[in-house]
């Protein structure tokens, strides 16, 4: 497997809406998610992102949540042969595109398990051409770990690291955004409160 700075990673479109999603419904907070695949079985220098889990809308740097949170998720994906392989996160400020510490820390912590595990940083600017379709590249900052061990945010090449699975992602996301659709996501954080609340979201997409 090569390193960080070779590798790609696809994010499926579900996976990448769900996270969007998540972020609008709570605008005014910072959120995070976790990133859920493998590595690719016909190509080692692609990490395959197939699903993702919204996670917090606050406290998002208490320990205790977070541990109970990863396991529950693990246990959940192994028996399709998935694990926790990122981290997704939206700062609390719309014009904030700095990845702060909660972030690394987190990060740092996913990377223990999973060593080429990036972080998504969700970038609000992009956002806003989504509606006049012209677009077609993530709203989302990639940024891996350099050979140091610190982050770094892919620079301007970086949408030919991070690959939307389906071209027609931010089209579908348009019409998701459009016709509200995040009113509908639950996260982590939701379940733990009512546990009749589902995190996987099972019928967001119907």
Same mark, same amino acid.
């Given at each position: 497997?090569g390193?960080?700075?070779?590798l790609?990673?696809?994010i499926?479109?579900s996976?990448?809406?769900?996270?969007?999603?998540?972020?609008?419904?709570?605008?005014?907070?910072a959120?995070?998610?976790?990133?859920v695949?493998? @590595?690719?079985?016909?190509d080692?220098?692609l990490?395959?992102?197939?699903?993702?889990?919204?996670?917090?809308?606050?406290?998002?740097?208490?320990?205790?949540?977070?541990?109970i949170s990863l396991i529950? @998720?693990?246990?959940?994906?192994v028996?399709?042969?998935l694990? @926790?392989?990122?981290?997704?996160?939206?700062?609390e400020r719309?014009?904030?595109v700095?990845l702060c510490?909660?972030?690394?820390?987190?990060?740092?912590?996913?990377?223990?398990y999973?060593p080429?595990?990036?972080i998504?940083? =969700?970038?609000?600017? *992009?956002?806003?051409?989504?509606?006049?379709g012209k677009?077609?590249?993530?709203v989302?900052?990639l940024?891996?770990?350099d050979?140091?061990?610190?982050?770094r945010?892919?620079?301007?090449d970086g949408?030919?690291?991070l690959?939307l *699975?389906?071209?027609?992602a931010n089209?579908?996301?348009?019409?998701?955004?459009?016709?509200?659709?995040?009113?509908?996501v639950?996260?982590?954080?939701?379940?733990?409160?009512?546990?009749?609340?589902d995190? =996987?979201?099972?019928? =967001?997409?119907?």
């Open positions: 497997m390193s960080n700075g070779e790609k990673y696809e499926s479109q996976a990448y809406i769900k996270l969007v999603l998540h972020s609008l419904r709570h605008k005014t907070a959120v995070n998610g976790v990133l695949g493998r @590595i690719s079985p016909k080692e220098g990490v395959e992102i197939s699903d993702s889990v919204p996670l917090f809308h606050s406290n998002l740097a208490l320990l205790p949540p977070l541990e529950m @998720i693990e246990e959940h994906y028996a399709q042969g694990s @926790i392989v990122g981290y997704f996160h939206a700062n719309f014009d904030d700095e510490g909660v972030a690394k820390n987190i990060g740092d912590h996913i990377s223990r999973f080429p595990a990036p998504l940083l =969700l970038n609000n600017k *992009k956002l806003e051409p989504l509606s006049k677009d077609r590249s993530p989302m900052q940024c891996v770990k050979g140091s061990k610190n982050w945010v892919v620079g301007t949408g030919s690291k690959l *699975k389906e071209p027609s089209v579908v996301l348009s019409d998701y955004i459009s016709s509200e659709k995040w009113k509908d639950t996260d982590v954080d939701d379940h733990l409160d009512d546990i009749t609340k995190w =996987l979201n099972p019928g =967001l997409f119907n």
